[in-house]
């Protein structure tokens, strides 16, 4: 499964300058608002040093990582859902994604401009929520007529009539549905994702950009991370990020310890999709290539194969699974599978994240 994540937030908050960084592109990031005229895609590779240990196992395979696609709109403003600014003419690029990151300014620069000649972080926070929610209105609102003529004709229906106006109620009220359990657990959240794919029914991860201090100042984390719920927050400097870019990996690592931080922003920001969205990711290993794949968590090896091609889980019969360290332990397949390493597996087993797969299948003509 493909893994895609929009970027929103308010002009000159460092969107197109972290969205640089995290997609080593060159988009324009200048100090005015609405900079970003077209949205800007970029697919970015997952970093997993588990494919190159495993290249190495077999000849130096080709690599190919799992990837994450990145979509970044023009900023946000107050009314963006009614036509002010650009930003409203863009969310329709990020309603297919699967998780939204929100960037914040945290950060103290009187030759950045902001839009609204000042900083506040909770603010900025509400603006973006509340055009979010608007937007989601707007469009729950339009969809319920048609969803009401349908449930005429079809009174099973009933229930999903019922379930979108309770939402377009909270939606009315200015709750984004992320704030909701309710309507996250509902019976019928997934049917409203799919019909509506609706903004705040989205995964929300906060990534507020603060200066170099502000990396591993725990107090104005707190402070910070207080302002969102319980949704995960990230602090990350988007400057710094840029630096990175020219950087071999040794001398990023150099330089992000010499911060006091472990990991960089785009590698924090995957782990935390992963987490919000509930994904792990499992392995296939040859000659031909090395490759890893994204699946959810809880997925059965036929739905594992299924991602690798839907005749994979049709005529799924069984999966030779070695752990990904039991196989490195034996320097070969043939090692680990003469040492009771390797074993089989039917339709109902979970996946793990550290499994090496060769599925076996057959599909009838």
Known sequence: MSLSIGIVGLPNVGKSTLFNALTDSN???????????????????????????????????????????FVDIAGLVAGASTGEGLGNKFLSHIRTCNAIVQVVRAFNDSNVTHVDEQHDPAKDIAVINTELVLA???????????????????????????????????????????????????????????????????????????????????????????????????????????????????????????????????????????DVLGLQSYLTAGEKEVRAWTIPQGATAPQAAGVIHGDFERGFIAADIVNYQDLLAAGALHAARTTGKVRTEGKTYVMQPDDVVEFKFNVSK
């Open 136 to 274: 989601d209105l707007q469009t729950a609102q339009n969809r319920l007529p048609r969803i009401q003529k349908e449930a005429k004709a079809n009174p099973k229906l009933k229930p999903q009539v019922d379930f979108l106006e309770k939402v377009i109620a909270l939606l009315d009220a200015g709750t984004p549905l992320f704030d909701d359990v309710n309507v996250q657990e509902h019976e019928l959240s997934d049917w409203l994702q799919r019909e509506l794919q609706l903004l705040t029914l989205k995964p929300i991860i906060y990534v507020f950009n603060v200066d170099e201090d502000g990396l591993i100042d725990t107090a104005l984390h707190q402070k910070l991370h207080a302002l969102t719920g319980d949704a995960t927050a990230l602090f990350v400097c988007a400057k710094l990020e840029d630096e990175l870019r020219s950087l071999v990996p040794a001398e990023s690592a150099e330089l992000l310890a010499s911060y006091g931080v472990k990991e960089s922003g785009l590698i924090q920001l995957i782990h935390a999709a992963y």
């Open 27 to 69: 988009i324009l990031a200048a100090n005015y608002p609405f900079a970003t005229i077209e949205p800007n895609t970029g697919i970015v590779p997952v970093p997993d040093e588990r494919l190159t240990k495993l290249s190495e196992l077999y000849g130096n395979a080709p690599i190919k990582p799992a990837t994450v696609t």
